[in-house]
């Protein structure tokens, strides 16, 4: 990586990263507050009836990568009036997508709600008050993607940085109104929810309208695009369907096997799973445009550099903040929550696996969306990553606990990168031998050496606060110290020098 296209990389990089911190700080903090208001049941609640709704997310998903997709191509080509009909296009498709799945989650979810789920029957009426809002924030959601993706499209990632920023405040006052509430809290939390939705997408919205002169949306329909959309989607919806249908079946899976107590265990894993992947996500944002747009460009030494590159890097960064976690869990969730569901520990170390398996895996699955030839390798990921579903339904149905569930579906999410990698070779011309070498290999010798290290250390010292600072700053300087001077090239440290921050602490340290 070299030139103009490097420093925008880096720049970039510097607003998500300071995005990400303060996003994952408020993130924390607010789920803590949440958590002691509503209590273990209708936070448990609250996750549950949201997965009902979370589940015909994968529609949503696979429109929002053709969207993508297809907005950073034609920058990609320099086409303006192709940019321009692909954005109204999309804005289009998501109106109806939204208004569809408002009909659907109506006449489907609500009997759902009301008898297939394990709730108390006397929060029965305030848990359909927070689904209908659930679904409201949803279509919220959905009608966003296309101003998002814009936005992102032209790597316009200081507004990115500063809408989350805006926006996780405003959880986080609302977590408070929730806290001091007379009404019911679960009804009024899915409520301030949805009007914090509402507040994000003007922002969307009267930004791109602003902002983006180059891209107007214009009221017409073009067939043909629609069926590019639809062609496009229609084959990214297989992996969207397996990801998305696998991660709501585990909530409704552990509260029909475990009950609400595990499903407020669950929540609390997937908070803390979700600042994660907004972690990889602030990364990976930087890099995905260039990804895209190297390929229509065509400039392959640039193309295949980032993807060596970024999925080696993503999963360092992932194992710098993730390993201090995993040594610390039990005093982060004590420090964090004060009181919190039993399993949760295991839960948040079991799901973490998942986690840094998707990190390295990244930058790959751009690829494919810049190709555009999804057919083949969504039809093998669905193979693989449905398995998935009835290995966790049967281990639970014979015994097994919430966290071997969970590493059962770490399993099968590794397996489906091994198919992935192997795949690429066809697709884009990957060099295996090199990939091994480059980044697997790599990654493999520093978690090798760092976790065994870090996890003796946080064992031998207890659940302090002595232990989570000393374990840290080893897990800190063995990860840092393996990864810059082992790990990354001399291209890669240049780029990493040029970052805001970060490379005024490396100069300063170098020196």
Request: glycine letters at 6%; a positive charge; proline letters at 3%.
């Given at each position: ?59 949503r ?7 993508y ?10 086409d ?9 296009m ?20 609500i ?113 043909k ?46 908070q ?102 999804l ?23 014979l ?46 010798l ?48 240049e ?12 100069n300063?340290?170098?020196?």
């Open positions: 990586m070299a030139g103009a296209d490097s420093v925008r990389v880096a720049r970039n990089t510097g607003y998500l990263f300071l995005r990400m911190i303060l996003v994952l700080v408020v993130g924390l903090y607010t789920s803590r507050v949440v958590l002691r208001a509503l209590g273990f049941t209708d936070f448990g609640i609250y996750n549950v009836v949201g997965s009902v709704v979370v589940f015909f997310g994968f529609l998903l696979a429109l929002t990568n053709a969207t997709r297809y907005i950073v191509y034609a920058l990609g080509e320099g303006s009036d192709k940019l321009g009909k692909t954005y109204s999309a804005i289009n498709c998501h109106v109806v997508l939204a208004a569809a799945l408002l009909i659907i989650l109506e006449a489907i979810g009997p759902v709600v009301r008898h297939g789920l394990n709730i108390p029957p006397e929060r029965i009426q305030a848990a359909m008050w927070a689904y209908q809002f659930s679904i409201l924030t949803f279509a919220f959601s959905i009608l966003q993607t296309p101003f998002n993706s814009n936005v992102i499209a032209h790597e316009k990632m200081d507004f990115y940085a500063l809408v989350s920023i805006v926006e996780v405040l405003l959880k986080l006052g609302l977590a408070f109104i929730v806290a001091s509430t007379g009404f019911d809290r679960l009804i009024m939390y899915a409520m301030l929810l949805t009007v914090s939705a509402v507040v994000v997408f003007l922002f969307y919205v009267i930004y791109c309208k602003i902002k983006f002169r180059d891209c107007r949306f214009e009221f017409f329909w073009n067939g695009l629609v069926k590019e959309f639809a062609s496009y989607s229609g084959w990214s919806l297989l992996v969207n369907a397996a990801d998305v249908s696998i991660t709501q079946l585990i909530s409704i899976f552990f509260n029909l096997f475990l009950g609400v107590i595990a499903n407020a265990a669950l929540g609390i894993a997937n803390v799973i979700g600042q994660l992947n907004s972690f990889m996500g602030t990364f990976t944002q930087a890099f995905d445009p260039q990804i895209i747009k190297s390929y229509a460009s065509g400039r392959r030494d640039y193309f295949m550099s980032l993807i060596y590159s970024t999925s080696k890097i993503t999963f360092l960064l992932m194992l710098f903040i993730c390993l201090p976690l995993v040594a610390n869990i039990d005093f982060v969730l004590r420090i964090w929550l004060g009181e919190y569901p039993p399993d949760a520990p295991v839960f948040i170390k079991a799901i973490i696996v998942y986690v840094l398996i998707d990190s390295f895996q990244s930058p790959l699955w751009q690829a494919v969306h810049a190709t555009g030839r057919k083949v390798h969504q039809i093998l990921m669905f193979c693989v990553k449905i398995l998935a579903i009835p290995a966790m339904y049967l281990a639970l149905k015994g097994a606990d919430g966290a071997t569930t969970l590493l059962i579906w770490a399993s099968v999410n590794l397996l489906s990168a091994i198919v992935r990698t192997v795949y690429m070779k066809t697709l884009i011309g990957l060099d295996l031998m090199k990939y091994l070498k480059d980044v697997v290999f790599i990654i493999v520093v978690a090798a050496v760092a976790v065994p290290a870090v996890l003796w250390l946080s064992n031998y010292m207890g659940s302090n606060l002595k232990s989570f600072l000393i374990s840290s700053t080893a897990a800190v300087i063995v990860v840092g110290g393996l990864s810059y001077f082992v790990a990354l090239n001399r291209k890669e440290r780029v990493l020098k040029s970052m805001p921050v970060v490379g005024r602490v490396l300063a340290l170098s020196r």
